[in-house]
């Protein structure tokens, strides 16, 4: 639990009345906002007001003020938490024009329509005592690291989101599952990313609070001081932006890589590439009000498009992220790019031969752009309990990787938390992580029972359709026009033969061949009669993770059964016995 975030949400206690516990976050999180960029800008007040005094500009009064103070934003009101209150009648009026007089890169509060909650924090007469608690609270840089500052964060948010019933997992996701996305994101670049002076980019299409991009630069300065990686993002909840966007400010990031609006519909960074994405998208999420906008791209973009390898039921969002991050990647011919995405366990096998999840599969595979999938433990998160897995995607593999998918088990490394928060009550500890990676990292040689690596092909079918005679009234096959027998639709089955049947190494390119095989060994046997309907073959692919790491478990021997058997019936007669003693 975070002390500081305990400390804010405490604040919340003067609202009771006129707020209701769902409205307190609207409240609460700007002014930590407010108070955060406040405590940053004050020691270079003066010299700001002065400047603003002297430039007229303001291209040229942002250039003079990024000179004197290092800092790309700025705030040019005679106001602050410092002198707030001495004007007491003034309060509301002077609270709005601090707001109002950030620089236009600032635009954090018009998302929390923080102007009307000063009218309304006025009109309930709490406005002067929340600012004199949020005023006593220190939120400098050198008071509260970035770190504790976004674990603050994340706690009023979980807070707010209890007391509106919402779910806290459509804003942020836990930091030790973040961690671990980038441990792996980083880990085959790791001896490019030592390099003295480097500049890397980094995007998230959906930011929510800005918790990846926080650690992954973290990690990636923790390697290398010297590093320097470019934040980008794009988020479509209001608060969720305003905070991401905020934070970035404070550490002296380009606030405007920070984009407000839907990934899905409206791309911010068009035509851009960067060198890691990184995205945990919501789970699940119906995007039939998007559909026409998605469809309408796909078709107009053409092979070329985000979405061109297929569509995903519109039930289920997921696999339009991973195209989009996908599309992301700087290109192999500039460097390559990886991307690093948690999922539920649907896109591994979701949707039959040539629908649109098996097509993004297919194009996915073939590519050679899937690196490796990690299954979590369950518990995981705040918001649900289900099975997550990370994807690590790379266009341009190590050699020893390439044609190569790598699947690790990492189900039973995971740590029992203290206290549950929601649904999480496990988490990955710095030696569960190291175990994960490690496994990744040993590839061929590590440990089989939780690590397999699969050539491409291996996640290929074809999916048959097995047809059988129908039969008249005396038993006979019933013919058409040309002799054939008709087919029985009641009889009718479906069979999935992998590429890789009968030891083949040779793709989908042996379709006939393994395809025949297969009927002959598998099926002729058991229905001699069985004919396959060439027509309708059709080619899928999926993921089945779960079976390549199912370990088969004898049952008990029927003497021990009987045993344990005999044990409650005993248990049960002297029950019995006593109740009618």
């Not at 119906?286 to 559909?291: F, L, M, S």
């Not at 266009?395 to 088990?409: A, E, Y």
């Not at 001699?528 to 049952?555: C, H, L, N, S």
Request: charge should be negative; hydrophobic fraction near 40%.
């Amino acid at each position: 639990m975070s002390t500081l975030g305990s400390f804010i949400w405490s604040i919340a206690d003067q609202l009771r009345g006129p707020y209701r516990p769902n409205q307190y976050g609207n409240v609460i999180l700007p002014l930590t906002i407010l108070r955060r960029l406040d405590c940053i800008l004050e020691p270079d007040r003066e010299t700001v007001r002065n400047l603003a005094a002297k430039y007229d500009n303001p291209n040229r009064l942002r250039i003079e003020i990024k000179k004197a103070t290092g800092r790309p934003f700025y705030n040019t009101s005679n106001y602050s938490f410092a002198n707030l209150l001495a004007d007491a009648d003034g309060l509301a009026d002077n609270l709005t024009d601090y707001i109002d007089r950030f620089s236009p890169d600032v635009d954090v509060f018009e998302y929390f329509d923080f102007r009307n909650e000063i009218l309304a924090l006025e009109k309930a007469a709490l406005l002067r005592e929340v600012i004199t608690s949020f005023k006593a609270v220190n939120l400098h840089p050198d008071a509260v690291s970035n770190a504790d500052m976004g674990d603050a964060f994340e706690y009023i948010i979980r807070k707010f989101n209890e007391a509106a019933n919402e779910t806290s997992g459509d804003h942020y996701t836990p930091r030790d599952a973040i961690r671990l996305l980038v441990d792996l994101l980083f880990a085959e670049k790791n001896v490019d990313l030592t390099e003295a002076g480097i500049v890397r980019t980094l995007y998230d299409p959906t930011a929510g609070t800005g918790g990846m991009l926080a650690l992954a630069e973290e990690h990636l300065l923790g390697q290398n001081p010297d590093a320097k990686l470019n934040l980008y993002g794009q988020e479509y909840n209001p608060q969720s932006y305003a905070i991401c966007k905020s934070d970035l400010l404070a550490k002296g990031h380009d606030a405007t890589n920070i984009a407000f609006g839907n990934t899905l519909t409206d791309d911010a960074f068009k035509g851009r590439q960067f060198d890691f994405c990184m995205s945990n998208p919501p789970y699940g999420v119906d995007w039939k009000q998007y559909a026409k906008a998605v469809t309408k791209e796909r078709d107009e973009a053409g092979p070329y498009g985000r979405f061109a390898p297929g569509l995903p039921a519109t039930s289920d969002g997921q696999m339009l992220f991973l195209l989009h991050l996908v599309h992301k990647m700087r290109a192999p011919e500039d460097g390559g790019g990886r991307v690093g995405i948690v999922m539920n366990g649907s896109p591994l096998f979701n949707g039959g031969a040539e629908s649109g999840p098996s097509n993004i599969r297919k194009w996915l595979l073939e590519n050679d752009l899937v690196d490796a999938i990690v299954a979590l433990p369950t518990n995981m998160f705040f918001n649900t309990g289900i099975a997550t897995y990370i994807w690590i995607l790379d266009n341009t593999k190590h050699p020893d990787r390439k044609g190569l998918v790598q699947l690790i088990d990492g189900t039973s490394f995971w740590t029992k938390m203290r206290k549950s928060l929601g649904s999480k009550n496990r988490e990955l500890s710095e030696a569960d992580r190291a175990n994960v990676v490690k496994l990744y990292a040993d590839f061929l040689d590590a440990d089989p029972d939780y690590s397999k690596v699969l050539r491409n092909d291996a996640f290929g079918y074809w999916a048959i359709t097995i047809e059988r005679p129908l039969l008249d009234g005396s038993g006979s096959p019933v013919v058409d026009r040309k002799g054939k027998p008709k087919p029985d639709t009641k009889k009718r089955d479906t069979e999935n033969v992998p590429f890789t049947y009968g030891g083949s190494t040779a793709g989908p390119a042996c379709k006939v061949e393994v395809i025949q095989a297969y009927f002959d060994a598998e099926v002729k046997p058991h229905v001699p009669d069985a004919w396959i309907d060439w027509a309708k073959v059709k080619m899928g692919y999926e993921i089945p993770f779960t079976r390549q790491f199912y370990k088969y478990v004898p049952p008990r021997p029927l003497a021990e059964i009987d045993a344990d058997l005999e044990k409650q019936v005993v248990k049960i007669l002297d029950l019995l016995q006593e109740v009618e003693d």
